[in-house]
Every structure is written in structure tokens, then in C-alpha cells.
């Protein structure tokens, strides 16, 4: 069975700090890894997504990949209220099957 | 250029009913994927199809349908409702990269 694990949460983090969301995945062959965003009632939105070991940064987001760890995190710099959302982990094992965490929920404290 | 569309947006039937949600991927993109969204179960994934074909399936029970159009327009049928078919159903598009969600088809069974 393929999986992909987040801590649930919540997560509470102040404004303007770095909220720092961690996911793991059970297949070492994965190539493919998403970071979604979602608001209560909404559907969730592609935020990020990273192939390659390393980092990618776009804006205020980074998304941290390494598979030899199995690991993949998502950073948020200067968190804004705007930001709390739940956060999901999404990994195309081999089959094309996009699998998803169970997500993090994000509050960002004013 | 226009996001993944999905109709209706609610849904209410009864136990036993039958019924059919449409989605509209994002132009160009050929790979639709169905979801469902509970509290209790989060994302799982229902099939997807390319180029009409389907070419991955979750665990879910032979109620649970679909295909697809040479537009690429996808529709999901679920015959026989129970009550734990209550969910939000999501489609996602792709032109074989990232996934991008349609706002979801809300669906209660009484």
C-alpha cells in the first residue's frame, strides 16, 4: 500500500514567522510530489510542486524534496492570516495514481 | 485561460438514486482524474482517463463509473446512492504534469 503521511495538526504559527509543513511517502521510486492548499469548503489549489532533490522557491513558498529520506516539506515565509488553509501532500506513484495525505491544518496567529 | 469547470456544484438525492457529475478540463489537457473528499476518509482517488481510455482505478465499488469524451470532458456516475456516498467530488486535469482541481461537485445522499 502506498502512502503518504503529514501530521495532522492543527499547526499555530504567528504572523510573519516561517511555517514549515513536513510530508513522508512510503514508495522510493516516486518522481512526482505536490504541495496543495485548501480553504474550508474549496477545493484545493496547486501551490507547489517539485521533481528533483533540492529546493524550489516561488514567493513566499519553498517546497524541500529529498528522496533519499523519503521527505518532502513545504516552507511558508512570513506567514500571513491569508495563509491558514490545510495543507496536502499529494506523490504520483509509479501507476499515475495521485495519492494524497490527509493534511495539515495551518492557523496563523495575528 | 479557463480553470476546470464541474456541474452541478450541489447535489441532493436519496438513497437508491442514481446520478451523473460532468467535468470540463482545462483546454488542452487530455488526463482527467475523479476524486472523492470525505472528513473521515480525505482524498481518495476514484479513476482517471486519457484520451477516453481508462487508465487507473481506486478501490472503490463497481457503482462508482465513468468515462470520457474525445473533448476530454469527463463525466462519473454513481448508481444506487447510499447514504456514505455523501462527499465532495472532485475532478483534476492534466496536461501529464501538474494536476489542477475543478471546484467540485457537492453531492448529499438523504
Known amino acids: 500500500q502506498k502512502e503518504v503521511e503529514q501530521n495532522s495538526g492543527p499547526l499555530s504559527v504567528p504572523e510573519g514567522a516561517i511555517a514549515s509543513l513536513n510530508c513522508t511517502y512510503s514508495?522510493?521510486?516516486?518522481?512526482?510530489f505536490f504541495w496543495y492548499r485548501q480553504y474550508s469548503g474549496k477545493s484545493p489549489e496547486l501551490i507547489m510542486f517539485?521533481?528533483?532533490?533540492g529546493d524550489k522557491e516561488d514567493g513566499r513558498f519553498t517546497a524541500q524534496l529529498n528522496k533519499a529520506s523519503q521527505y518532502v516539506s513545504l516552507l511558508i515565509r512570513d506567514s500571513q492570516p491569508s495563509d491558514s488553509a490545510t495543507y496536502l501532500c499529494?506523490?504520483?506513484?509509479?501507476?499515475?495514481?495521485?495519492?494524497f495525505g490527509t493534511g495539515t491544518r495551518l492557523t496563523i496567529i495575528p | 485561460k479557463a480553470g476546470v469547470t464541474q456541474t452541478p456544484r450541489y447535489l441532493i438525492k436519496t438513497r437508491g438514486q442514481q446520478v451523473t457529475l460532468s467535468c470540463s478540463p482545462i483546454?488542452?489537457?487530455?488526463?482527467v482524474s475523479w476524486y472523492q473528499q470525505t472528513p473521515g476518509q480525505g482524498l481518495q482517488f476514484l479513476f482517471e482517463?486519457?484520451?477516453?481510455?481508462?487508465?487507473n482505478k481506486g478501490n472503490f465499488p463497481g457503482r462508482f463509473s465513468g468515462r470520457q469524451f474525445s473533448n476530454s470532458r469527463s463525466e462519473m456516475n454513481v448508481s444506487t446512492l447510499e447514504l456514505g456516498d455523501s462527499a465532495l467530488y472532485l475532478c483534476?486535469?492534466?496536461?501529464?504534469?501538474?494536476?489542477?482541481f475543478g471546484p467540485g461537485t457537492r453531492l448529499l445522499v438523504l
Open positions: 483534476a486535469s492534466s496536461l501529464g504534469g501538474e494536476p489542477y
Open positions: 514508495d522510493r521510486g516516486s518522481q512526482s
Open positions: 517539485i521533481y528533483s532533490n
Open positions: 499529494a506523490v504520483y506513484f509509479g501507476n499515475e495514481k495521485l495519492t
Open positions: 483546454s488542452g489537457h487530455r488526463s
Open positions: 482517463y486519457f484520451s477516453e481510455t481508462q487508465r
